[in-house]
């Protein structure tokens, strides 16, 4: 085959900057490793900022999740037994939509399907070679037989366990990593939300997270250890901590309902710097990963690939290569924003292990009421939480 961008991942990321290419002119071949059923499907992150509705809305890919998502207008801290409404809307002008990543993907393959993109699923043993020249090389086995795709640039956003980042030589990256001592048991429930709002509650028990998919599906979570595996916590036990964790002062219930869906997912900050080398493009979770509490991994690789996209579209139309060249900086001021809210969002939600004699869980109360009782405080949240347009 032979295109002018190579995208390796078929997730919102590579979908995304396919659709974004193909409307500025620019063709693209999608490669993905598992099947469509299995990238469709896969539960991942819910909560998308103004900034990448308003990026779906003007590219065309809004249609059902303005139909189906559900519009918020603040979040809830909970704690000491009782709830705190962060007000975002009054506070930064914007809202949030909360829309599961997974329908955000059916989305974008539908639509690179009907526009007839090239999107290959099953795409075994794919490699990336000549990354330094102009002709750039994906290589993999589909249908059997083996496939090769010479292109003008590659794009990788095939995740953390991709094969892009690290077909890089060695010494090209610096990494910064940050592995937490805990984890986060999620559950999708086949039941109606017990709250309109998300709730993210500070208990002794440890943090836990009321989160909504649709009028008739709850997605919750509860801290765990960090090497708790899906089989030490049985339906029974979830319920149990989620209704000791949200517990409110004023009788507040939880609605319980049959478990479709259970999964563990460790708590990593990662960034690999720079997000390119030669001809390869960096984006989402190959280049940067945050912990989920500050609901950006999503809203964080569609603002790459935006700014990818409009590099990609200017270097085609002109021969300009200044916001190509200026990608990574670009991206990683972003990056860095968002990994230092991550990072305080799930601090000051987080029990520690290691907290002896108290002194983090009662730094953590006083940031909480901080930002519960201050407007200034609050604005910086929510701020932060809906999505900084620029960096």
């Avoid at 993210?200 to 009028?215: K, N, Q």
Wanted: proline share 4%; with cysteine.
């Amino acid at each position: 085959m032979r295109t002018q961008v190579g995208i390796v991942g078929a997730g919102p990321a590579g979908l995304l900057l396919s659709h974004l290419l193909h409307g500025a002119g620019i063709d693209s071949v999608v490669l993905e490793k598992y099947s469509r059923e299995h990238v469709a499907t896969r539960v991942r992150a819910g909560v998308l900022e103004q900034r990448t509705v308003d990026l779906l809305d003007a590219a065309g890919l809004a249609g059902r999740l303005h139909r189906e998502g559900l519009v918020h207008q603040g979040i809830e801290l909970r704690f000491d037994g009782v709830g705190h409404r962060i007000a975002l809307t009054d506070l930064t002008g914007r809202s949030i939509t909360v829309y599961g990543q997974h329908e955000v993907v059916k989305d974008l393959i539908d639509a690179r399907l009907a526009a007839g993109g090239a999107v290959h699923f099953e795409v075994d043993d794919v490699t990336v070679h000549a990354l330094d020249t102009p002709s750039p090389v994906i290589r993999g086995t589909l249908g059997g037989e083996p496939v090769e795709v010479e292109c003008d640039f590659i794009a990788g956003c095939d995740g953390y366990h991709g094969v892009c980042r690290p077909s890089i030589p060695p010494g090209v990256l610096t990494t910064y990593e940050r592995e937490y001592p805990f984890g986060w048991v999620g559950i999708l429930a086949e039941v109606a939300p017990s709250t309109d709002e998300l709730i993210y509650a500070y208990h002794e028990r440890g943090f836990a997270l009321h989160s909504l998919r649709s009028p008739t599906l709850s997605r919750l979570y509860v801290q765990c250890g960090h090497d708790d595996k899906v089989t030490d916590w049985p339906d029974g036990r979830v319920w149990s901590e989620l209704h000791a964790r949200l517990a409110t002062h004023d009788g507040w219930t939880l609605r319980e309902g049959p478990v479709i869906e259970k999964s563990v997912t460790a708590m990593r900050s990662f960034v690999a710097e720079p997000m390119r080398y030669g001809r390869l493009f960096l984006a989402g979770d190959a280049a940067h990963i945050v912990p989920p509490a500050g609901a950006k991994g999503l809203n964080l690789a569609v603002a790459d690939v935006e700014v990818l996209a409009r590099g990609l579209t200017a270097w085609y139309r002109t021969g300009d290569g200044g916001l190509l060249d200026a990608y990574s900086d670009t991206c990683l001021r972003r990056v860095w924003r968002v990994q230092d809210f991550s990072y305080w969002m799930t601090s000051m939600l987080h029990r520690y292990p290691d907290d002896s004699g108290g002194f983090d869980s009662r730094l953590q109360l006083a940031r909480l009421r901080y930002v519960t009782r201050s407007e200034a405080a609050a604005r910086s949240l929510g701020e932060n939480y809906v999505g900084l347009p620029e960096v």
